[in-house]
Nanobody, 119 residues
Framework: QVQLVESGGGLVQPGGSLRLSCAASGSIFSINAMGWYRQAPGKQRELVAY???????NYADSVKGRFTISRDNAKNTVYLQMNSLKPEDTAVYCCNAVMLVAGTWGDYWGQGTQVTVSS
């Protein structure tokens, strides 16, 4: 069974930092892209950042310069370092990975982790 498990969410004051982690486990042959999406109450899910296996990255305009995505291919883990957090960053953050499992490429999602930015 393939799983994506996130950790690192929580409550932080505006201007603070958090680091999210997402570890993929199971019978994974290969991982292409890994990324983070978020969904705030009453809003649509949006892409935050993603990283391709070759380390190419892409960010939403709203987080550029504040968030950094990275990955450890040996650990099948993706990280999201979030600095200078704002109240509008409050959302459930979900990990996503495009992985080769049992001979088929598929889109996999984690359960999500809550990030709350509030004083």
């Amino acid at each position: 069974q393939v799983q994506l498990v996130e950790s690192g969410g929580g409550l932080v004051q505006p201007g603070g930092s958090l680091r999210l982690s997402c570890a993929a486990s199971g019978s994974i042959f290969s991982i292409n892209a890994m990324g983070w999406y978020r969904q705030a109450p009453g809003k649509q899910r949006e892409l935050v950042a993603y990283i391709i296996s070759g380390a190419s990255t892409n960010y939403a305009d709203s987080v550029k310069g504040r968030f950094t995505i990275s990955r450890d291919n040996a650990k099948n883990t993706v990280y999201l370092q979030m600095n200078s957090l704002k109240p509008e960053d409050t959302a459930v953050y979900c990990c996503n990975a495009v992985m080769l499992v049992a001979g088929t490429w598929g889109d996999y999602w984690g359960q999500g982790t809550q990030v709350t930015v509030s004083s």
